[in-house]
């Protein structure tokens, strides 16, 4: 069983930025791919980014490539979601999720755990 929970997100304006991160409880974070995805109202939630269990690989989606970094440290059981250049699109829950395995994902029906979402608000 795997336990995660979201840091607070926030208010910015366009262009700001802002990090998220993510705490994941139990002994065997380092077994899971982490990713990142969103929810904006009236719209299903869609992949943004995701690091496979070691860190050395990443994928990210096509809108926010660029803009948005992700990054773990197993050492803390911790991922983290860097957004710059934020834009008002950005705006939805974003949810942290757990996928037992060698792979990372892109499907949320991969992930096997997720958190309880937390709300980014970009400003125009």
């Known amino acids: 069983q795997v336990q995660l929970v979201e840091s607070d997100g926030g208010l910015v304006q366009a262009g700001g930025s802002l990090r998220l991160s993510c705490a994941a409880s139990g002994r065997t974070f380092s077994s899971y791919a982490m990713g990142w995805f969103r929810q904006a109202p009236g719209k299903e939630r869609e992949f943004v980014a995701t690091?496979?269990?070691?860190?050395?690989?990443?994928d990210y989606a096509d809108s926010v490539k660029g803009r948005f970094t992700i990054s773990r440290d197993n050492a803390k059981n911790t991922v983290f979601l860097q957004m710059n250049s934020l834009k008002p699109e950005d705006t939805a829950v974003y949810y942290c999720?757990?996928?037992?395995?060698?792979?990372?994902?892109?499907?949320?029906?991969?992930?096997?755990?997720w958190g309880q979402g937390t709300q980014v608000t970009v400003s125009s």
């Open positions: 690091i496979s269990w070691s860190g050395g690989s990443t």
């Open positions: 999720a757990a996928h037992y395995g060698a792979s990372w994902p892109r499907s949320r029906s991969e992930y096997d755990y």
